[in-house]
């Protein structure tokens, strides 16, 4: 199927590495150009490389998404780059372990503003440009929104409101044809992921103990099968598809874990 995302610009922030990594690969493949937002600028410069040398299009913002004025700039540079925006992904984001006990307020706040401003201060900023495209916007967020994780309520709290604000895009941005959905994963292999099961003091335990729970296949989700999906939402053959939170996480919220 060709899913018509040839030469459209997408912006991917958190785009070189993960999850990110995998739909900006994904985006690259069906002909589209990938503006990958970065911080990780070692990663992403190597990132980058490997797609060019299989004669992948892609553009490189390297980027710490800290203020909205970093966000601005990015969509700045973006346009500067591309001339045009065709898409958003939200998506750099960190599970930073901020709890209720083990946290204070002010870490709190903290958590909730690195995990969430940019993803409204991207989508704020991009919003003139996806209105020449009748665009569309896909927001990363987690099962840990659903299901609670403990001792994270940063990360939880943010990745909340993706959800709601989700939604509440999507009313917005109804009479504009803009599209905005998201992916909501659970268990997935990344950079990030192998970095918290490490913190474990039996990792490879750990990790199998968690396959156990995935009730299709015992299996963590590959990022390849996020990005999958995220390149459907992205591109117009899901052209009824609105306000919707898609989970691609092996059955892990809604099925039976006991199985
Ligand atoms: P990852 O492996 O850390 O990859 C994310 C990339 O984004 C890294 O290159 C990271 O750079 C970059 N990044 C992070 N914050 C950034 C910022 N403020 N500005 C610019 N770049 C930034 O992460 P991942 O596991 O793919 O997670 C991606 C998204 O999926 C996150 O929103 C996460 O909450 C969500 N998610 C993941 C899982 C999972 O199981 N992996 C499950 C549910 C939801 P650094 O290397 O410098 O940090």
């Keep these: 199927m060709d899913l018509e995302l040839r ?34 600028e070692e990663v992403a410069r190597a990132f980058a490389a490997q797609l060019r040398s299989v004669g992948h299009r892609c553009e490189l913002i390297l980027l710490d998404l800290k203020t909205s004025d970093d966000c ?5 540079d973006a346009l500067r780059l591309c001339g045009r ?3 958003l992904v939200n998506n750099a984001g960190i599970n930073d372990s901020v709890g209720l006990e083990h946290g204070n307020p002010e870490r709190f706040a903290a ?16 919003l003139p440009a996806l209105k020449l495209t009748s ?27 993706q959800l709601a604000l989700t939604r509440e895009w999507a009313v917005e941005l109804l009479p ?7 992916i909501v994963p659970a268990e997935v292999m ?3 992921y192998r970095q918290w099961i490490a913190t474990f003091p039996e990792p490879d335990e750990k990790l199998k103990s968690i396959e156990r729970t995935v009730p299709l296949g015992h299996r963590l989700t590959t990022p390849e099968e996020i990005a999958a999906t995220a390149v459907f939402l ?5 052209s009824h598809t609105t306000g919707q939170q898609l989970h691609v996480d092996g059955g892990y919220v809604h099925l039976d874990r006991a199985l």
């Design 111 to 126: 958590s909730v503003h690195s995990n969430l401003m940019h993803y409204y201060a991207l989508a704020h900023y991009a």
């Design 7 to 40: 030469d459209k610009a997408i912006l991917i922030s958190g785009g070189a590495a993960g999850i990110g990594g995998a739909i900006s690969a994904a985006c690259a493949a069906e002909g589209a150009v990938p503006i990958i937002l970065d911080r990780n």
């Design 176 to 182: 504009l044809g803009i599209r905005v959905n998201a």
């Design 72 to 76: 601005r700039l990015a969509v700045e």
């Design 234 to 238: 992205l591109s117009p053959r899901s």
């Design 85 to 87: 925006i065709d898409a």
């Design 135 to 161: 665009g569309s916007i896909v927001n990363i967020a987690s099962k840990v929104a659903l299901t609670g994780q403990g001792n994270t309520s940063g990360y939880a709290a943010a990745k909340g409101a």
């Design 190 to 192: 990344t950079p990030l």
